[in-house]
């Protein structure tokens, strides 16, 4: 099954313990994206990559990494979590190098950071 | 830089009735823009996009869309709402090089909270 696939689900973690939330695609897509999606903000994007070893600032990167060393996989780093980064984490890909095709969603992941 | 601006967080209406959502950019540069929605409890789901031709675009269900360059606008309307339409509905614009590709980042809006009323 064509799928975006985040691991945790759901993590409850304390100030300035390092995560990784893991993001994987099985359909060969080139764009991926890290959103986070707060009540009264929206969507907001983290980190970018348009192609293997590719990537960018979304408008929202201060307090993350990201890296992407092969094309399936996209993992979030939080080197020192805050309670601010407590949100609704989406991992997302689409086809093509640019985000004009249809984008496909990981089912999330709610991080909450005490 | 560029920016999105959703002018209503929640829009009420009863069913059958037309609704409008509106959604304003701010872009020194030629966009893509998309419509996006959250049906509840579900990930986003693309709605329809502009990116060239003609200025009004279409989905699948019923909902339209028109780029309006002069007034940095891409509001979504439906001549008639279901039930099933009730959703949270969030405009996105990408910019694009002048040769027509985009830079690669997506800004969405806040969100606009469509609830169809029987």
């Known amino acids: 099954e064509a799928q975006v696939t985040q691991n945790p689900r759901y993590l409850i973690t304390v100030t300035g313990k390092k995560l990784t939330v893991t993001c994987s695609q099985n359909?060969?897509?080139?764009?991926m994206s890290w959103y986070r999606q707060d009540p009264g903000l929206g969507l907001r994007q983290i980190y970018y990559?348009?192609?293997?070893?590719?990537?960018d600032k979304g408008d929202v990167p201060e307090g993350y990494k990201v890296s992407r060393k092969e094309k399936r996989n996209f993992p979030l780093i939080l080197e020192s979590p805050s309670p601010n980064q407590t949100s609704l984490y989406f991992c997302?890909?689409?086809?093509?190098?640019?985000?004009?095709?249809?984008?496909?969603f990981g089912p999330g992941t709610r991080l909450t950071v005490l | 830089a560029q920016s999105v601006t959703q002018l209503d967080s929640q829009v009420p209406v009863f069913e059958e009735a037309p609704v409008e959502l509106r959604c304003n950019y701010s872009?020194?540069?030629?966009?893509?823009l998309f419509w996006y929605v959250q049906y509840p409890n579900q990930g986003l789901q693309l709605l329809l996009k502009y990116l060239s031709g003609s200025t009004l675009v279409e989905s699948i269900n019923g909902f339209e869309a028109e780029f309006n360059k002069s007034q940095t606008s891409f509001h979504l309307r439906k001549p008639s709402v279901h039930i099933s339409d009730t959703a949270e509905y969030f405009c996105a614009v990408s910019l694009t090089h002048a040769g027509g590709t985009s830079y690669g980042k997506l800004t969405f809006g806040q969100g606009t909270i469509l609830t169809v009323h029987p």
């Open positions: 990559s348009m192609n293997v070893e590719v990537t």
């Open positions: 872009s020194s540069v030629s966009v893509y």
């Open positions: 359909m060969n897509h080139e764009y």
């Open positions: 997302a890909s689409s086809p093509g190098s640019e985000p004009t095709d249809t984008q496909y």
